[in-house]
């Protein structure tokens, strides 16, 4: 292998619950290893250093042409015949995932290196409409660990039969290395979207682990203490000795999906009963699902997680050229002759939603994004020499109003 000063981000990808991601434009994985000097009185010198547990952050930005990766955080699969339609935005909807970004040579399909992040979960969705820009979808996740796999890692994904303890690993495939620090042999194991915590078989039948890789016999297998219900499914990334190859091809052609959806292809529909305001220049919103990490005494390893009820906000800016906006955000179909509307006035039964369409076809709807009851919480009205008169209007959802997503048309 020749010397490599730098490799392209085309080089990258990027693998969630073992599918590759579409159209994604950015990935970033940050790290910080927490830690606390200790001092002591009459001592002028740092006595010592404790570290914490590592906390990890994953960003991904992907052009927003479907629901594929809505369905994964769901624990769905993207790609099956009759993929879900439906996605409700709540703490409990959400599964923890495992990334893999393997990092390959120039010229070459095989991963020279692999990053992996286990049991990473959401902690917040951007969505990014503008009239001239590209239809984004930002996520960001947190989880306390990150790995960096020489050549590849592996993951599989099992679906439990009735009181299922054994899970036979596909070792004739990618082979079996282990984690040299720890000896551990797995990055990361879930049960649906839930992550478990391994250990040796003796600690498994104390009861202080969920499972143990039994790398004695052939194939290696996953070994839970406990039988899994019928269904349930099991995701297991782990170090790989087999280099594997990832292809440079697209995932999804833009005969699946577009390449990209620009503002023209998103009509957005706000009002009380469906309303078309008109002149809008974006739509931004975030959805925070705020996430309590769950430690405890004498455990090296975050143990969970509890999801909080998400809350949305943004905003969304129209053209300022009459009162016809305020008019219909105050529950009016026009504003009426002679009389005046204020900031006091916003009806609290406003909805937001956001239709992309195919390019290719106006008519079809491939996704929509609905809030069924936003509230008023700010508003600006800006003037600048050069520029359109605008006025942005802040917004959040109304209490015990949960957002949903679906694929194609709302019902």
Same mark, same amino acid.
């Given at each position: 292998?020749?010397?490599?000063?730098?490799?392209?981000?085309?080089?990258?990808?990027?693998?969630?619950? #073992?599918?590759?991601?579409?159209?994604?434009?950015?990935?970033?994985? +940050?790290?910080?290893?927490?830690?606390?000097?200790?001092?002591?009185?009459?001592?002028?010198?740092?006595?010592?250093?404790?570290?914490?547990?590592?906390?990890?952050?994953?960003?991904?930005?992907?052009?927003?042409?479907?629901?594929?990766?809505?369905?994964?955080?769901?624990?769905?699969?993207?790609?099956?015949?009759?993929?879900?339609?439906?996605?409700?935005?709540?703490?409990?909807?959400?599964?923890? $995932?495992?990334?893999?970004?393997? @990092?390959?040579?120039?010229?070459?399909?095989?991963?020279?290196?692999?990053?992996?992040?286990?049991?990473?979960?959401?902690?917040?969705?951007?969505?990014?409409?503008?009239?001239?820009?590209?239809?984004?979808?930002?996520?960001?996740?947190?989880?306390? +660990?990150?790995?960096?796999?020489?050549?590849?890692?592996?993951?599989?994904?099992?679906?439990?039969?009735?009181?299922?303890?054994?899970?036979?690993?596909?070792?004739?495939?990618?082979?079996?290395?282990?984690?040299?620090?720890?000896?551990?042999?797995?990055?990361?194991?879930?049960?649906?979207?839930?992550?478990?915590?391994?250990?040796?078989?003796?600690?498994?039948?104390?009861?202080?682990?969920?499972?143990?890789?039994?790398? @004695?016999?052939?194939?290696?297998?996953?070994?839970?203490?406990?039988?899994?219900?019928?269904?349930?499914?099991?995701?297991?990334?782990?170090?790989?000795?087999?280099?594997?190859?990832?292809?440079?091809?697209?995932?999804?052609?833009?005969?699946?999906?577009?390449?990209?959806?620009? #503002?023209?292809?998103?009509?957005?529909?706000?009002?009380? *009963?469906?309303?078309?305001?008109?002149?809008?220049?974006?739509?931004?919103?975030?959805?925070?699902?705020?996430?309590?990490?769950?430690?405890?005494?004498? +455990?090296?390893?975050?143990?969970?997680?509890?999801?909080?009820?998400?809350?949305?906000?943004?905003?969304?800016?129209?053209?300022?050229?009459?009162?016809?906006?305020?008019?219909?955000?105050?529950?009016?179909?026009?504003?009426?002759?002679?009389?005046?509307?204020? @900031?006091?006035?916003? $009806?609290?039964?406003?909805?937001?939603?956001?239709?992309?369409?195919?390019?290719?076809?106006?008519?079809? $709807?491939?996704?929509?994004?609905?809030?069924?009851?936003?509230?008023?919480?700010?508003?600006?009205?800006?003037?600048?020499? *050069?520029?359109?008169?605008?006025?942005?209007?802040?917004?959040? +959802?109304?209490? #015990?109003?949960?957002?949903?997503?679906?694929? #194609?048309?709302?019902?």
């Amino acid at each position: 292998m020749a010397d490599i000063i730098a490799l392209q981000s085309e080089k990258i990808l990027v693998v969630g619950r #073992g599918t590759v991601v579409d159209r994604v434009q950015s990935l970033g994985v +940050n790290t910080t290893l927490p830690s606390e000097d200790v001092k002591e009185l009459g001592n002028p010198a740092i006595v010592d250093t404790v570290e914490d547990i590592p906390e990890t952050t994953v960003d991904i930005e992907a052009f927003d042409t479907n629901c594929e990766l809505i369905t994964l955080l769901q624990g769905g699969d993207p790609h099956a015949a009759t993929p879900p339609t439906q996605f409700d935005i709540t703490a409990d909807d959400f599964k923890t $995932v495992g990334f893999l970004f393997p @990092v390959k040579e120039v010229g070459s399909t095989n991963a020279l290196k692999t990053g992996v992040v286990g049991n990473a979960q959401v902690r917040s969705i951007n969505y990014r409409y503008d009239v001239d820009g590209t239809a984004t979808e930002s996520l960001s996740f947190g989880s306390d +660990n990150l790995f960096w796999s020489d050549n590849s890692a592996a993951f599989e994904s099992f679906t439990a039969t009735p009181s299922q303890t054994d899970f036979p690993l596909d070792v004739a495939t990618y082979g079996l290395s282990i984690e040299w620090k720890t000896d551990t042999f797995s990055f990361c194991v879930d049960v649906e979207g839930v992550r478990k915590t391994e250990g040796t078989s003796a600690e498994v039948t104390a009861g202080t682990a969920d499972y143990y890789i039994d790398d @004695v016999s052939s194939p290696h297998v996953l070994i839970f203490g406990t039988g899994l219900d019928t269904g349930q499914i099991v995701n297991i990334l782990y170090p790989c000795v087999t280099t594997q190859a990832f292809g440079s091809g697209v995932h999804e052609s833009s005969a699946v999906y577009p390449g990209a959806i620009k #503002g023209r292809n998103i009509p957005i529909r706000i009002g009380t *009963g469906g309303d078309i305001v008109r002149r809008v220049q974006s739509v931004n919103f975030t959805i925070d699902i705020p996430v309590e990490v769950i430690k405890e005494m004498g +455990n090296t390893q975050v143990v969970g997680s509890i999801g909080d009820i998400p809350t949305v906000s943004g905003d969304f800016t129209v053209l300022d050229r009459d009162g016809r906006v305020f008019s219909e955000l105050c529950g009016q179909t026009d504003l009426p002759t002679a009389k005046a509307v204020s @900031v006091g006035d916003f $009806v609290k039964t406003l909805s937001l939603e956001v239709k992309l369409l195919d390019p290719d076809d106006n008519s079809t $709807v491939l996704k929509t994004i609905y809030l069924p009851k936003i509230v008023i919480t700010g508003l600006s009205h800006t003037t600048r020499v *050069g520029d359109q008169i605008a006025q942005v209007f802040n917004f959040k +959802n109304a209490a #015990g109003e949960v957002p949903a997503i679906y694929r #194609g048309e709302k019902p």
